[in-house]
């Protein structure tokens, strides 16, 4: 093998160690990705079909869910990066789901999903819903901490596989 091809394997070994690492900072976000979709689904299928002037929460739970799907974009190839707009994202959707679970039991059923009919099924359905909801958004929470804090487990992997690899990303 001649030196330039081995210099030139290195040169593309090298860029693909560093690839993998950003690909591993990146996907330490995949949960919190996930659930930001199915979030924005939702909210966007709730404001939808609301008809009255509760249309207000689930719209700014949706401008708030773009707003950190660009955040959570613009996180690809860094490091480490704080993300405020998701993590408000998250505490909010978690306090409204809260809110929404109390609410479902109260006369203002209808004014919170007027697209449900009111009776006792849809009641303890969209309670399980919301309570699902909830859990999600305080895992979400819970994991942007841990990745605050760099305690998460994917950042040893990725700290061990840049020591493997001997990289200085």
């Known amino acids: 093998m001649s030196v330039k091809t081995k210099r030139d394997k290195q040169f593309v070994d090298s860029i693909q160690q560093k690839t993998r690492a950003k690909q ?38 949706f401008i708030l869910g773009a707003i950190s799907c660009i955040e959570v974009a613009k996180v690809y190839g860094k490091k480490q990066d704080e993300m405020k ?27 919170l999903l007027p697209f449900l009919v009111d009776v006792v099924i849809t009641r303890i359905v969209a309670t399980g819903i919301y309570l699902i909801g909830g859990m999600m958004a305080f895992a979400c929470v819970y994991r942007l901490k841990q990745i605050d804090q760099n305690s998460d487990k994917k950042y040893l992997y990725i700290k061990q596989y840049e020591k493997t690899a001997n990289m200085n990303i």
């Open 24 to 61: 591993m900072y990146y996907n330490r976000y995949l949960m919190i990705r996930y659930f930001l979709a199915i979030f924005m689904f939702a909210n966007f299928y709730w404001f939808v079909c609301t008809t009255n002037t509760m249309k207000i929460i689930p719209g700014v739970l």
């Open 85 to 111: 707009w998701t993590k408000r994202f998250y505490q909010l959707q978690m306090i409204v789901n809260v809110v929404c679970l109390i609410l479902i039991w109260t006369p203002l059923f209808h004014l």
